[in-house]
């Protein structure tokens, strides 16, 4: 196999962070780079199509936060969540309750304590689709969520899961800077306001896939993924520059090499509402992943100048066997994880039946310090590392591409697949909640 060239990882990434910018889901610059995808699969040989599916676009001309306390209103900075609607361009007014998700939703009686005001929630994943009906059903006027995952001074951008605001509804959720709200609480705020002009509205986003055949139609299909959309004001250099840019490279160097099994890359749309793309791919090709599906390796994330690898998903014995041989070769070493972690574009294969991991590369004990942040820029990255990994990347794709017999012990086992299809029943409303939510433009 050909080297993998860090110079033209840099290419690609400058020309998805700087020429294109931000790529957010149902925007033109997530449309600018799967045309540039597109165009890079294609001349690398490979067969490519787009397929396209409905989203909520998030669409915001202002978003204001101000919060009261020493006597007088200040003013900071705040996000909003996509598939959450906004104001409608009116000022939001109430009293200041802080919440402690960890534990608070022990209590009884959440109406109580928020209908009518702004709730401070300390804490942002609302894993319960159970809590987050409580939640909404308490009729709060708006929710301030907090990341504890990093306690910075900025607001990250972020996403209710689709399928729990088209059940549930939706109320404005704006996200705001970890240290800003340990303020508020120091300072005694009793009072917050919010206005934010725009929401959301129906678009489409596209999975690109890059097909390379193999020369036995009934061997089956081994799948390459990552993402090519951003969070909200970031250029998303590591999330998920790096695994798009990785495709383009991959797609260079394993299309002359000889293969049994077809090699189907894809770059997602939508991930960054919860593998929406992903989601729409093993919906609408469930049949075809049961009969063909051998295994997904995702890249996310994996580009960080400091940090350790990491490879997370859920492998069967005669794969991950495979794992550590091709990553020494080159001087990468990983921690497994062998857990279902719903929150990469694997997982809709794994509850489709089909084997996958997603590798990454984190600086932190919570992932990457710059997560979905403005300065999730190439300055973070080490083009060299990350065609490190995309060489031992390519070496294992190839290996499962022409490994005569993956067996009937590449499957995922039945101790699993419950936890599997719990989060994929829970997270992404299981097989039929294919739809986006409905538009959102002022309050719910």
């Known amino acids: 196999m050909d080297p993998i060239q860090p110079d033209l990882l840099l290419t690609h990434l400058r020309y998805l962070t700087e020429t294109i910018g931000v790529r957010l889901a149902g925007q033109p610059g997530e449309q600018a780079a ?25 669409e915001v001309t202002t978003q204001e936060l101000q919060v009261f306390f020493g006597g007088a209103w ?4 705040c996000s909003l969540f996509v598939n959450t609607p906004g104001t409608g361009g009116e000022w939001v007014e109430g009293p200041l309750v802080f919440f402690d998700s960890q534990t608070g939703y022990q209590e009884t009686d959440l109406a109580a304590k928020f209908r009518g005001k702004i709730v401070l929630h300390l804490g942002t994943h609302l894993e319960s689709p ?24 900025s607001p990250l951008a972020d996403a209710i899961f689709p399928a729990y605001a088209r059940l549930h509804g939706a109320v404005t959720v704006l996200n705001v800077a970890y240290l800003d709200a340990w303020r508020w609480r120091e300072q005694g705020a009793t ?50 520059g790096s695994g798009a840019a990785g495709l383009i490279e991959l797609a260079r160097v394993l299309a002359p090499l000889p293969r049994l099994r077809t090699i189907r890359l894809i770059s997602f749309g939508a991930e960054e509402q919860l593998s929406v793309g992903s989601a729409a791919y093993v919906r609408r090709h469930r049949a075809d992943l049961a009969n063909a599906g051998r295994c997904m390796v995702n890249l996310d994330s994996f580009g960080s100048l400091l940090g350790w690898n990491v490879l997370t998903g859920v492998l069967p014995p005669a794969i991950a066997s ?7 070769r080159h001087g990468q ?20 039946g089909v084997p996958g991991v997603s590798l990454i590369r984190n600086n932190c004990a919570s992932g990457r310090f710059f997560h979905h942040r403005p300065d999730d820029t190439i300055a973070r990255l080490s083009p060299e590392v990350m065609a490190s990994l995309l060489q031992a990347v390519g070496d294992l794709v190839n290996d499962l591409a022409n490994t005569a017999d993956l067996g009937a012990e590449a499957l995922i086992s039945e101790v699993d697949r419950p936890t599997i299809l719990e989060s994929w029943n829970n997270l992404f409303g299981g097989w039929e909640q294919g739809a986006t939510p409905p538009a959102q433009g002022g309050p719910a």
């Open 34 to 58: 799967g045309e540039y995808l597109a165009a890079q699969f294609a001349a690398a040989g490979a067969r490519v199509q787009s397929e396209v599916f409905p989203v909520a676009t998030r």
């Open 74 to 77: 200040h003013v900071f900075p």
């Open 130 to 153: 159970d809590h987050y009906r409580r939640l909404v059903a308490a009729a709060p006027l708006a929710v301030l969520m907090v990341d504890v995952r990093y306690p910075g001074a």
């Open 191 to 240: 009072q917050a306001r919010c206005r934010v002009v725009g929401g959301m509205r129906p678009a489409e986003s596209s999975n690109i896939i890059a097909e390379f055949p193999g020369t036995d139609p009934e061997a089956g299909v081994i799948y390459v993924g990552a993402h090519h959309d951003t969070q909200a004001d970031s250029v998303g250099a590591d999330d998920n």
């Open 322 to 328: 495979k794992l550590a041989p091709h990553f020494q």
């Open 333 to 352: 070493f990983f921690r497994h994880e062998q857990i279902a972690q719903p929150y990469f574009d694997h997982f809709p294969f794994l509850a489709a």
